[in-house]
């Protein structure tokens, strides 16, 4: 392609490629996220990248960043008002009532992975089409269960070998308790030296200030009350619950009273994973429960707590910590035909091996020997398999050990068992 094609298509701003070979680091990171939901007894969910903007209003809130200034909508030519999705809660709750799934056995357990659109200022990190890999529990109240998700999402970045990770866990209460700590919250607010947007947030959302990142607001806010001095007996008692569980479970947290999400549904537990080696975008997942969400959509009752982990992010964390993951997509048997004749044998060969489960290569385009096993070599191949002419008329090809640089002619018909042997697969 020349250059000139090639600028007038760049990928958007705030949007990247995946590609190899870091596109493996991604799908591992996915995997690893997964794993331990399926252990745990989460179906996999998958709803549409786009949804009615209403469902974003109601189910991430109004007075939220995410869906004053974040959220891409669209009029369709049939005149519906859709959004890409921020994030993944609302439409897997939005699923799970439309099939009815709460009026069979609860907690209905769901995990889901896919891309979500924000329109955000683009910055290592932080970008306007990323990847989450989510978990819900919907329809049970039970400490175990904020635990169990937590314990989840440990044990998946413990997976991927990473260490510079903290877990930061903080109550919001509940509607009996949060009402009186949000107007002694903003009383205290109120009397604050604070610009127009902030006062404005306190008036709306005033948890989200305890949030803010700047300074100037972060000095005023020593002596702020705060939501952990002030919960019901009920809420104290399930927090500790939560916290007893983790620390039976081995998994290490911080206390942090600050940590916040701004709306009324969001209740009791929340938390966040931050990795030290991020720099400010250092929130590598998080989530927590929401008791009211349900009704805002329209739905029953249905307390629940989920997550989403940053895929992205983490693979970036994955680097920080220099952590090579043995993605091992590589072939392990590379051809080398020399010939019309030996094409063909050798092709039948890479499909066969490839049919009885071993990953094999082949040197496309006609190359000659040379170009051919400079290509076997860098695809980090363990044998090549080599065969021309006079090879094929004795019924053999040569297995060449790539790394001992030991070969081996071997009956076409043997190749592949003794591939496999050789590879422990037998
Ligand atoms: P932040 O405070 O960094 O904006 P958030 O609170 O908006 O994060 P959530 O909505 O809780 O993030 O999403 C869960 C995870 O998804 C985050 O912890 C982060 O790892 C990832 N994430 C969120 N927004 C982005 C983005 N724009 N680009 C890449 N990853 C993101
Ligand atoms: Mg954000």
């Known amino acids: 392609m020349t250059t000139a094609v090639l600028s ?52 991430v809130g109004e007075s939220t960043d995410i869906v004053t200034k974040e959220m891409y ?42 891309s979500y ?29 904020d635990a169990e998700l937590i314990i989840l999402a440990a044990d998946a970045y413990r997976s991927l070998g990473l260490r510079n990770f903290r877990l930061l866990l903080n109550s919001l209460g509940d509607k009996e308790c949060r009402p009186v700590y949000r107007a002694a919250l ?19 959302n005033p948890l989200r200030v305890l949030d803010d990142k700047r300074d100037a607001v972060q000095k005023q806010l020593t002596g702020a009350p705060m939501m952990r001095d002030h919960l019901c007996e009920g809420c104290k008692e ?14 290490e947290f911080e206390d942090d009273p600050k940590l916040v999400r701004g709306l009324d549904y969001y209740t009791r537990t929340t938390f966040e994973f931050v990795h030290d080696g991020l720099g400010s975008q ?58 019309d004749e030996a094409r063909r044998a050798l092709f039948g060969l890479v499909t066969e091996l490839r049919r009885s489960g071993v990953a094999a290569d082949f040197a496309y385009g006609g190359k000659g020997l040379k170009n051919a096993m400079k290509s076997a070599n860098r695809s980090g191949a363990r044998y090549a398999m080599v065969a021309g002419e006079r090879d094929l008329a004795e019924g053999v090809v040569q297995l060449k050990d790539l790394e001992s640089g030991e070969q081996t002619p071997l009956p076409l018909d043997a190749v592949v068992a003794e591939v496999r042997e050789r590879l422990g697969r037998a």
């Open 238 to 251: 399930y927090h500790e619950q939560v916290r007893a569980l983790l620390t039976a479970a081995g998994v």
């Open 282 to 339: 250092s929130a590598v997942g998080g989530g927590g429960r929401y008791d009211g969400l349900s009704e805002m959509i329209g739905g029953p009752a249905l307390p629940s707590v989920g997550w989403a982990l940053g895929v992205d992010r983490t693979v970036l964390a994955l680097r920080a910590e220099n952590i090579e993951l043995d993605t091992a997509s590589r072939a392990a048997v590379f051809a080398v035909p020399l010939g």
């Open 117 to 145: 659109y924000r329109y955000e200022r683009p910055q290592a990190g932080r970008y306007r089409h990323f990847s989450q890999v989510g978990a819900e529990a919907l329809g049970a109240e039970d400490p175990a269960l």
């Open 8 to 59: 007038t298509f760049y990928a958007p701003k705030g949007t990247y490629d995946l590609i190899p070979p870091d596109s493996e680091a991604f799908l591992a990171v996915r995997e690893a996220m997964a794993a331990p939901l399926e252990r745990a007894g989460y179906g996999y969910v998958e709803t549409p990248g786009f949804e009615h903007v209403e469902l974003f209003f109601r189910g």
């Open 186 to 204: 903003q009383d205290f607010l109120r009397a604050l030296d604070l610009d127009e947007d902030t006062r404005r947030r306190v008036e709306i």
């Open 73 to 114: 909508t669209l009029t369709t030519k049939g005149g519906d008002e859709l959004a890409l999705r921020p994030e993944g809660t609302a439409s897997v709750l939005r699923a799970a009532l439309q099939a009815n799934l709460h009026r069979g056995a609860l907690p209905v357990k769901l995990w889901y992975s896919g």
